[in-house]
């Protein structure tokens, strides 16, 4: 199974075995949390996609797989209101088809997005030489896990020697500075070292370091590209390292603790405090 895969359907990765970068981070919180997000999820408590998170999605089909984006997006009837049973049949025509009915400004948006990113000379490189979705798979050395990651983007780089992952982030601050704090708040640099690490091994050449195509999801939908700091990723692998480690004792017992059970005090911050 190690290896690369260019034709893995996105379902069947997410569903398969392996431990992708969002499952260490998820284990970096609790290995409880880990282990409650690989049960059979209660419909009653599934939450839909977010405006923005929805909107990601849209960005990401127009930008990486833009001759799939009509076939799986439908946009409804203008000036139609959305709680009238016309917008709802034809939503329901749709979905019986496979194809999700959404509003024109939607799209409008998400292709707009699309556009200012491939107007970064450096994505413009990667995509046009690159190939999206594929799906890397290795055997950790240190602990026999298996892990995975699926970069949006895959590219060689330096004459075809090695490669380089790209992948692309909606947000509302595109900006230095409010990319960092994402960064910081959902764990990039985790991604970052791994999907490095790991596809170097499942393709055998050295994978440089990941950029990210980040464009805000609010007009004029500005767009940047950043890689992260060298400092960043070494201290990524080397929380990375520690939760396979774990994740493997883990595994092995089958005991999978969360928060501390006994009492704990806590500290506040000198600016919960201030005058």
């Not at 992952?165 to 960064?183: C, H, I, M, N, R």
Request: proline content about 6%; overall charge negative.
């Amino acid at each position: 199974m190690p290896g690369v895969y260019f034709d893995l359907d996105n379902g069947l990765y997410h569903k398969g075995e392996g431990l992708s970068s969002t499952g260490v981070r998820r284990f970096l919180k609790t290995p409880f949390h880990y282990y409650a997000a690989t049960l059979p999820y209660p419909k009653a408590k599934a939450a839909a996609p977010s405006a923005s998170q929805f909107n990601g999605t849209l960005v990401h089909c127009s930008l990486l797989e833009s001759d799939q984006f009509d076939k799986r997006y439908r946009v409804g009837p203008s000036g139609v209101n959305k709680n009238t049973n016309r917008w709802r049949e034809y939503v329901e025509e749709w979905a019986s088809q496979g194809v999700q009915v959404i509003g024109e400004e939607q799209a409008e948006a998400a292709h707009a997005q699309a556009r200012n990113l491939r107007a970064l000379e450096p994505v413009a490189e990667l995509l046009a030489d690159g190939v999206c979705e594929t799906s890397g798979y290795w055997i950790d050395p240190k602990t026999g896990v298996l892990c995975k990651c699926r970069p949006d983007c895959i590219s060689p780089v330096q004459h075809r020697t090695a490669l380089m992952p790209l992948d692309v982030k909606t947000a509302t601050d595109a900006s230095e500075d409010g990319f960092a704090q994402a960064a910081g708040l959902h764990g990039y640099h985790y991604q970052a070292a791994w999907y490095c690490d790991g596809y170097s091994i499942a393709s055998g050449l050295p994978v440089h370091e990941m950029l990210f195509a980040v464009v805000e999801n609010e007009y004029p939908y500005a767009a940047a590209v950043y890689m992260l700091d060298e400092k960043a990723i070494a201290y990524a692998r080397r929380r990375n390292a520690f939760a396979l480690q774990r994740f493997a004792e883990c595994k092995r017992t089958q005991q999978w603790p969360g928060y501390p059970p006994e009492v704990r005090e806590i500290f506040l911050r000198d600016w919960h405090m201030r005058d």
